[in-house]
């Protein structure tokens, strides 16, 4: 966190919700499948190797991920929420543990539509409970928009938020 200054943080924040701000009334909510492409065109212009809707045996049988990448010797995790709820973050909050558990190197991010940005930031249980576990397993977002001219997708790393 020391790297970052509370400004920058607070000048890209404020980025993301002006992109958010437009995406808000242009579309609808986005699905896991076009989310998941989304993520994965990005992580591969980025030079990783991603693989889709795997049930890993590298690490566990038992989880199920949406993308898995590698790059070198680094590996990232990403669950696809297409929704911020409750129940969702309490199902993520048993994959991040059993990640982090089995191979504590390997980063786990949590991908969802930019339009889901509002339940992220605001004040409330929710919010807390995805920067308790960035604060304690380093969980980052990506947040990802998508209409007829482009896609974007925008790397929210744990630091940014607990912030």
């Known amino acids: 966190m020391s790297k970052y200054s509370k400004q920058l943080i607070d000048r890209y924040f404020k980025s993301l919700l002006r992109i958010?701000?437009?995406?808000?009334f242009a579309r609808d909510p986005l699905e896991i499948g076009m989310i998941q492409d989304i993520v994965s065109d990005y992580l591969k212009d980025m030079q990783w190797h991603v693989k889709n809707d795997v049930a890993n045996s590298d690490?566990?049988?038992?989880y199920r991920?949406?993308?898995v990448a590698r790059k070198e010797k680094r590996t990232i995790v990403v669950l696809i929420l297409p929704e911020i709820t409750r129940q969702a973050?309490?199902?993520?909050?048993?994959?991040?543990?059993?990640?982090?558990k089995e191979m504590p190197s390997t980063r786990v991010l949590v991908a969802t539509d930019i339009q889901e940005l509002p339940y992220i930031l605001e004040k409330d249980t929710?919010?807390?409970?995805?920067?308790?576990?960035a604060k304690k397993y380093k969980l980052g977002?990506?947040?990802?928009?998508?209409?007829l001219d482009y896609q974007e997708t925008c790397l929210v790393p744990s630091e940014f938020l607990y912030a």
Do not use: R
């Open 20 to 24: 958010h701000k437009k995406a808000e």
């Open 59 to 62: 690490f566990d049988p038992h």
């Open 65 to 67: 991920f949406d993308l």
């Open 89 to 100: 973050i309490l199902e993520i909050q048993k994959d991040v543990f059993g990640v982090k």
């Open 126 to 133: 929710l919010s807390d409970m995805i920067i308790d576990m």
């Open 141 to 147: 977002m990506l947040l990802v928009d998508k209409n």
